[in-house]
């Protein structure tokens, strides 16, 4: 079946850490989604890409990287600029169009050791 | 700028009763509008959509019409069940900027059996 896999389900991060959470889609999908949920609140967008090699900043970009060396990969690192990293993240693709529902991936909760 | 609207949650609601969860918009252009559902633990699944004015979205007994005059995308069930139970979110998408996509905030629906 074809989705949208996050890894790891749980990730927890030590003061000064960089850590990375990995989005892989067999969806064939060229444009792929970072969002941040906290609780009770809806969704933020971090970084999107819509094409290889391509990705450009989202309202709260601020203390995150991401790459897009390959389309099914998008990858999110979560840097120790980031002061309140504690939140679930969620990865998206879509096809690129204003009218394309995104496709979710089952999230990664990150919290602070 | 681009926004969506939804009532404040939670709602709570006995088993068989109506539902209707409000969302209006405020978008530049035609967007394209959507209703996701996300249940404990999960990512955003796609619920239905509209793309046009006066288009009625519909899936698993919900139904929402596109109202270009009213600007409003309201979520319509006629008997809920204790499966139901889940975080509703609005969305909005426009075929400029980068297609991206903006959430409400979600509203959390509680069905009581």
């Known amino acids: 079946d074809g989705g949208i896999t996050q890894s790891p389900k749980y990730l927890f991060r030590k003061e000064g850490q960089n850590v990375t959470l990995s989005c892989e889609q067999n969806?064939?999908?060229?444009?792929m989604y970072w969002y941040r949920q906290d609780p009770g609140q809806g969704l933020r967008l971090i970084y999107y890409s819509q094409i290889v090699n391509d990705f450009q900043k989202g309202d709260i970009a601020e203390g995150y990287s991401v790459s897009r060396e390959k389309k099914e990969s998008f990858p999110l690192t979560v840097t120790s600029a980031q002061k309140n990293p504690t939140a679930f993240y969620l990865c998206a693709s879509s096809i690129v169009g204003g009218n394309q529902p995104q496709h979710f991936g089952d999230g990664t909760r990150l919290s602070i050791l | 700028g681009n926004s969506v609207t939804q009532m404040e949650g939670p709602v709570t609601l006995s088993e068989e009763a109506f539902l209707t969860i409000n969302c209006t918009y405020t978008a530049t252009g035609y967007p394209s509008l959507f209703w996701y559902v996300q249940y404990p633990g999960e990512g955003l699944q796609l619920l239905l959509k509209a793309t046009k004015a006066d288009d009625k979205g519909s899936n698993k007994g919900f139904e929402a019409t596109y109202r270009k005059e009213t600007t409003s995308f309201h979520l319509e069930k006629g008997s809920v069940q204790v499966s139901d139970s889940a975080v509703y979110f609005c969305a909005l998408s426009l075929n400029t900027g980068g297609f991206k996509t903006i959430f409400g905030a979600g509203t959390r629906l509680f069905v009581k059996a």
């Open positions: 969806l064939n999908h060229d444009a």
